[in-house]
């Protein structure tokens, strides 16, 4: 079955910096489309972060452009979000997310997503 596994999460202090993986198993992880998403605490998803297949074209929320960066490994399965200069808004569970077949987040919702991972921005 599909599994997605985040991990990197932890506390951290504004400006600080966290690098969350996905290891994801059960597909052909480098034919599709995968995002990060999140929640804060009373709110509800909000899409952070695409990378598509093939090209690797990544997309980012006006909120988190300029200091998070999406990447990908296929060769291990795993997708990446590199976080700098974190602010206490960042602070909220990180789900990774994919797409079904030869969608992506631009004309789809997501099918599958994982356990989340907890981001504290907090000084």
């Known amino acids: 079955e599909v599994q997605l596994v985040e991990s990197g999460g932890g506390l951290v202090q504004p400006g600080g910096s966290l690098r969350l993986s996905c290891a994801a198993s059960g597909f052909t992880f480098s034919k599709y489309a995968m995002s990060w998403v999140r929640q804060a605490p009373g709110k509800g998803l909000e899409w952070v972060s695409g990378i598509n297949s093939g090209t690797d074209r990544a997309d980012y929320a006006d909120s988190v452009k300029g200091r998070f960066t999406i990447s990908r490994d296929n060769a291990k399965n795993t997708l990446y979000l590199q976080m700098n200069s974190l602010k206490p808004e960042d602070t909220a569970v990180y789900y990774c997310?994919?797409?079904?077949?030869?969608?992506?987040?631009?004309?789809?919702?997501?099918?599958?997503w994982g356990q989340g991972t907890q981001v504290t921005v907090s000084s």
């Open positions: 997310a994919k797409y079904p077949y030869g969608r992506s987040w631009l004309n789809a919702e997501y099918d599958y």
